[in-house]
C-alpha cells in the first residue's frame, strides 16, 4: 500500500462522515440529546484527524498521477486548492469540537451556544468537503462534470 492508495481510501471518510456527524449533531442539538451531540463531536474529532492523513498523502498522491497519460494537471491543482479550504474547515470543526467537549461538564450555559457554532461551522465544512470531493472526482473521472457538453480540461 503507498500513500496514492491510502489518500484514495481515505478521501471518502470525512465527506461521508461529515454529514453523518451533521445529522447527528443536529438531531441532539434540537432534542438536547447529550449522548448523541456527544456522539457527534466525537467523530468530528476522528474525523479531523482522518483529514490529517488525507491531506498529507494528497502530495503524495499528486506526484504519483501528475505525469502520467490521461490526468489533468488542471484538474489537479482545483482539487488541491478546493482541498486546502476544506482541511482547514475540518481543522477548525474539529477544534470546535474539542472545544465543546472540554466546556461541555463546565459550563452548560455556554455549551449550547458552542455546539451551535459548531453545527453551523459542520454545515460550512460539509459543502467545502463536498466540492471538494467532486473537484478530486474530476481529475479522472470525467462523467462528474454537471455539463455533457462541458469540455475535460486538457490533459498533458
Request: cysteine-free; glycine content about 6%.
Amino acid at each position: 500500500m503507498n500513500e496514492t492508495y491510502l489518500h484514495l481510501t481515505l478521501t471518502h471518510f470525512p465527506i461521508v462522515g461529515s454529514l453523518i456527524a451533521l445529522i447527528l449533531l443536529f438531531a441532539g442539538y434540537i432534542r438536547k440529546n447529550e449522548s448523541i451531540t456527544k456522539a457527534s463531536l466525537f467523530l468530528l474529532v476522528g474525523l479531523a484527524l482522518v483529514t490529517v492523513v488525507v491531506n498529507h498523502t494528497g502530495e503524495e498522491a499528486e506526484e504519483f498521477v501528475e505525469h502520467m497519460a490521461g490526468y489533468s494537471h488542471d484538474s489537479i491543482h482545483e482539487h488541491e486548492e478546493a482541498a486546502e479550504w476544506a482541511f482547514r474547515l475540518m481543522l477548525a470543526t474539529g477544534l470546535g469540537a474539542v472545544a465543546a467537549l472540554y466546556i461541555f461538564p463546565r459550563k452548560a450555559e455556554k455549551t449550547r451556544l458552542v455546539v451551535g457554532l459548531v453545527l453551523i461551522l459542520n454545515l460550512v465544512t460539509f459543502r467545502f468537503m463536498a466540492w471538494d470531493e467532486k473537484k478530486g472526482g474530476e481529475i479522472r473521472h470525467t462523467e462528474v462534470y454537471q455539463n455533457p457538453d462541458e469540455t475535460v480540461p486538457e490533459v498533458r
